[in-house]
């Protein structure tokens, strides 16, 4: 079989329009994008009539094989990004996560290491952790080596939570950079406190999860963290945003013209609180995450965020635990490891309550899942869209085609789905990364290893137009004689 592959007969969706064409691959990049292409002697024929012809998924948040709460999550590089290939998503950006003591060099080589098994393409996000002079070196060189996006994690006391004089020294740094900082926004001071009164009261099971994280401590920490980037001139994306306490700064902040991003996770935009009553124990902590999942009043104004633009991007936080694992926390619902699964499903998901239900059009589910990531974090156009001489990481959608989300027959490594017995129109048909087939007809050709890396360099733009927009952060002295 030659290296070439000709899609044809579908309908193309970028995140700016949609029009009839055929897509011609060769080798790993986009090479034609037309009307009636011809099918070069011997090029592998996908047809797409009747279908969508969209960039590949791109998942700005997961956490594969991560070491957290204790355990580690369960879904390594490999069987994550074949999962992921299998629900339409072609690249994904992991947290590398310095664990205590180890530097940020230390710790990208571990997690360079992990990713090599991966079955599509990669990216990492460093999360900065604690601080030190060799943090401050080191955070120059990590650039070097591609990654121009640094996560903080505003909770988690006692294990990787920084304060505020680590987000003012690290925000400082990764904007003379030219980078871009990330935010987990819960204050994680107030969720120690309360953790540990909810406990006190005699509330140990799930239920007390997401007592301890009210939307209060989620919308403080992003208004902190919004306006510590603002001060500084620093662009700043809020990750897994879950209520309208959190949405709002973003939403006022670039109203005021700062350079602010919102995330939010496909299964916050579904899932609400009950699931935490659920008198089965396990069935209740396999929806322990933080933030938790909210009333439902919360997800009317995530999507009314994605109508307005206020939210950019929709990620997992694909973090698999399953039941043995979450036992840990039988007792002290403290313990019990914080994540979600949702990496196969985010795209499916999506179209069917986005698109489906007339929400958003699917040039924006494509600007949602893909093109605005791509763009964010500086990889676009190579990823996030389709035109020539783009990877040819491409998603052939059956708007038509429906199934039954459920752990039986899921390719995530985890005994339970968040979505379970959810029927979803709308599906990944075929899914190509860099030309390669990995999924069709409903079977995976993953590849261990077919991944890459995909480096992405600092931007200037963004730096550049903070400087101007930034008023605070050029002060003058007053000439005086
Ligand atoms: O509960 C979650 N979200 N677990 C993964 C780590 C994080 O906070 O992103
Ligand atoms: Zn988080
Ligand atoms: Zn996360």
New binding site residues.
């Given amino acids: 079989m030659s290296d070439t592959t000709l899609i044809r007969g579908g309908t193309v969706v970028t995140a700016d329009r949609q029009w009839r064409a055929d897509v011609l691959i060769a080798g790993q990049k986009v090479a034609a994008v037309a009307e009636s292409l011809q099918a070069p002697v011997g090029a592998r024929v996908i047809e797409a009539g009747g279908a969508f012809v969209m960039p590949g998924g791109i998942d700005p948040h997961t956490h594969m094989e991560l070491p957290f709460m204790g355990t580690v999550s369960k879904d390594d590089f490999f069987t994550g990004t074949a999962a992921a290939a299998a629900g339409g998503t072609t690249m994904i950006i992991d947290f590398v996560i310095p664990g205590p003591e180890q530097s940020l060099l230390e710790a990208l080589d571990i997690w360079n290491g992990r990713a090599a098994k991966a079955a599509a393409d990669y990216s990492f996000h460093m999360a900065i952790t604690g601080w030190s002079d060799r943090t401050h070196t080191e955070m120059a060189e990590v650039t070097r080596r591609g990654i121009n996006s640094f996560k903080h994690?505003m909770a988690y006391k006692g294990a990787i939570m920084v304060d505020d004089s680590v987000l003012v020294k690290s925000f400082i740094r990764v904007r003379d950079l030219g980078g871009i900082c990330l935010v987990?926004a819960e204050n994680g001071e107030l969720v120690a406190h309360f953790q540990n009164e909810i406990f006190a009261r005699g509330i140990t099971g799930p239920e007390g999860h997401p007592l301890s994280r009210p939307a209060e401590v989620e919308g403080e920490a992003s208004n902190r963290a919004l306006r510590i980037a603002e001060v500084i001139g620093v662009p700043l994306y809020v990750?897994?945003t879950s209520c309208s306490d959190a949405l709002d700064p973003i939403a006022r902040a670039r109203g005021e013209g700062q350079c602010a991003f919102g995330e939010a996770l496909i299964q916050h935009l579904i899932i609400s609180e009950e699931v935490y009553r659920n008198e089965d124990w396990d069935q209740a902590a396999h929806y322990v995450m933080?933030p938790p999942f909210r009333p439902r009043e919360h997800q009317a104004a995530l999507w009314h965020g994605i109508q307005s633009g206020a939210i950019q991007v929709i990620g997992t936080?694909h973090c698999v635990f399953d039941t043995a694992q979450k036992r840990a926390g039988r007792g002290d619902f403290r313990k019990i490891p914080n994540g979600t699964g949702g990496i196969e499903d985010r795209m499916s998901v999506l179209w069917h309550h986005g698109v489906g239900s007339g929400r958003i059009t699917p040039s924006e589910f494509v600007a949602l899942t893909s093109s605005n990531a791509a763009r964010i974090y500086n990889c676009y156009p190579r990823k996030g869209t389709i035109a020539v001489g783009s990877d040819a990481d491409i998603v052939v959608w059956d708007p038509a085609a429906t199934r039954i989300i459920s752990a039986r027959t899921h390719h995530q490594n985890g005994d339970f789905n968040v979505f379970e017995g959810m029927t979803v129109t709308g599906n990944a048909a075929v899914t190509l990364s860099r030309g390669a087939v990995l999924w069709q007809d409903g079977k995976l050709h993953a590849t261990a290893g077919w991944g890459k890396y995909v480096p992405r360099p600092a931007f200037a733009d963004f730096t550049q137009s903070l400087a101007v927009r930034n008023k605070l952060a050029q002060p003058t002295a007053v000439k005086r004689a």
């Fill in positions: 994690f987990h990750v897994h933080s936080d």
